[in-house]
């Protein structure tokens, strides 16, 4: 089993800023590819965020551009997902994904448990 465990969601005002945290870890030898945050609301369809891989390469969504920033340290699998200027759009259950790879199976998709944003007055 391969965990990824979020942390450092909460509430923040309109154009603050929130730094989002995730990290894998698991009993059994693994690596993980692409990294990623997506967002999720009531009702809605899970949306990606930002990911990030191996190469370097960043995608992000449009209505993000500009104010967040994915990143990540490759040796420890742990991504970040910095917030600035939130808006209240912005608020969501976020959660981070990983392409996790095993010796000897197919690689698979690890999600994590989620963290709450919001933004609001």
């Known amino acids: 089993q391969v965990q990824l465990v979020e942390s450092g969601g909460g509430l923040v005002q309109p154009g603050g800023s929130l730094m989002l945290s995730c990290e894998a870890s698991?009993?059994?030898?693994?690596?993980?590819?692409?990294m990623g945050w997506y967002r999720q609301t009531p009702g809605n369809e899970r949306e990606l965020v930002a990911e990030?891989?191996?190469?370097?390469?960043?995608t992000y969504a449009d209505s993000v551009k500009g104010r967040f920033t994915i990143s990540r340290d490759p040796v420890k699998y742990k991504v970040y997902l910095q917030m600035n200027s939130l808006k209240p759009e912005d608020t969501a259950v976020y959660y981070c994904n990983g392409e996790v790879m095993v010796p000897g199976l197919p690689d698979f998709p690890s999600w994590g448990q989620g963290t709450q944003v919001i933004v609001s007055s």
């Open positions: 990030i891989y191996t190469d370097g390469r960043i």
């Open positions: 698991g009993r059994i030898f693994f690596s993980i590819s692409t």
